[in-house]
């Protein structure tokens, strides 16, 4: 599975999602931001779900109809959760997530909402 993570996202979640096998891309790491617009198209461009912490990026995709390939967005996680919960996520939700879902998790709580039409 391959993923951009927002800057917002813990490195150490990016190191330990690595360690799990998957392709990550971390926007932490670039010399500088792009913005929302361009993160959220290079994710789409490269088949990249997106996780991040920040709303900007599900309002972009919903009301401005920006394409996307899946969205992850973690709300009151803490970085020692951010690695586990995207795991848990992806191997409940990959389906949803590949089709252009986007998923807000929560403490003990996911929310999906269906890609749209």
């Known amino acids: 599975m391959k993923l951009l993570l927002d800057s917002c996202i813990s ?3 990016a190191s330990e999602l690595r360690a799990a096998g998957l392709d990550v891309l971390y926007a ?3 010399n500088e931001d792009p913005g929302d617009d361009e993160i ?3 994710a789409y461009e490269e088949c990249r779900i997106l996780v991040t ?3 900007d990026f599900g309002e ?3 009301v401005r ?3 996307h390939a899946g969205i992850i967005r973690l709300v009151n996680m803490s970085a020692k959760q951010q690695a586990l919960t995207c795991l848990q996520i992806l191997e409940r939700y990959s389906q949803e997530l590949g089709a252009g879902a986007i998923v807000t998790a929560e403490p003990g709580y996911a929310r999906i909402r269906p890609p749209q039409t």
């Open 40 to 42: 959220l198209a290079r």
């Open 53 to 55: 912490l920040d709303k």
């Open 65 to 67: 109809g920006t394409a």
């Open 28 to 30: 932490g790491e670039w």
């Open 60 to 62: 972009l995709a919903i």
């Open 11 to 13: 490195g150490t979640a």
